[in-house]
């Protein structure tokens, strides 16, 4: 059953649009869904002060990326990469089949995390 958070977020979504200036940005494709989800982050001495989401995809993807933006916005860009979209699929209740949505969503993330370090 979905967890009251991700109905929430289903229904009204936070954080979803694009974003002047972002810091970094993480796209991916889903190989199977075809979903597309880009990720974008502003960063303030080592922490995300902002993050927002766009999606071509389901109702769990734009739950999940609406989910993630809330969750790491203040957070430092470490504790982002750990971020586990498997766990995060569980954790909330999503459908078997709708795992690799928080998977494609996380890695978006992750991806916008390390296009804005400095060792990129």
């Avoid at 960063?43 to 927002?52: F, N, P, Y």
């Avoid at 734009?62 to 989910?67: D, E, F, M, N, Y």
């Avoid at 999503?94 to 998977?103: I, V």
């Amino acid at each position: 059953m979905l967890s009251r958070l991700i109905r929430d977020h289903m229904t009204a979504p936070r954080n979803q649009g694009d974003m002047e200036a972002p810091d970094g940005v993480g796209q991916v494709v889903g190989p199977v869904c075809g979903d597309a989800i880009a990720m974008r982050i502003k960063v303030s001495e080592g922490r995300i002060v902002e993050a927002r989401f766009t999606t071509y995809g389901c109702w769990a993807a734009v739950a999940v990326c609406s989910l993630i933006t809330e969750t790491v916005r203040g957070g430092r860009l470490e504790a982002a990469l750990k971020l586990d979209g498997t766990e995060l699929a569980r954790r909330e209740g999503l459908p078997e089949d709708k795992t690799a949505c928080a998977e494609l969503a996380v890695e978006a993330l992750h991806r916008a995390v390390r296009d804005c370090r400095p060792e990129k």
